[in-house]
């Protein structure tokens, strides 16, 4: 059974940062599978950041720039730093992982952006 929990949301003003942290368990087998998504209120889930498969990175192009996506294999963590928050950033985060082409999510993390 695979689990993801998301948790470091919250409200930060704008131009400020925020770290959020996606904890797996579960039959994993790689992070490099991990991507993290957000869905704003009234608008579809997007694809925020995602590993690649050849170990690089790829950005949705409204956080490029701004946003890191990382791993630590040995906590088994995904995280993903958010640098120069705009208002329009405020949505919930979900991480995810698809295996053997089953999408797994976490409950999300709210991020509000908001002076």
């Known amino acids: 059974q695979v689990q993801l929990v998301e948790s470091g949301g919250g409200l930060v003003q704008p131009g400020g940062s925020l770290r959020l942290s996606c904890a797996a368990s579960?039959?994993?087998?790689?992070?490099?599978?991990m991507k993290w998504y957000r869905q704003a209120p009234g608008k579809e889930r997007e694809l925020v950041a995602a590993?690649?498969?050849?170990?690089?990175?790829n950005y949705a192009d409204s956080v490029k720039g701004r946003f890191t996506i990382s791993k630590d294999n040995a906590k088994n963590t995904v995280c993903l730093q958010m640098n120069s928050l705009k208002p329009e950033d405020t949505a919930v985060y979900y991480c995810?992982?698809?295996?053997?082409?089953?999408?797994?999510w976490g409950k999300g993390t709210l991020v509000t952006v908001s002076s």
């Open positions: 995810n992982i698809r295996i053997f082409a089953v999408d797994f």
């Open positions: 579960g039959s994993i087998f790689s992070l490099n599978a």
């Open positions: 590993f690649t498969s050849g170990g690089s990175t």
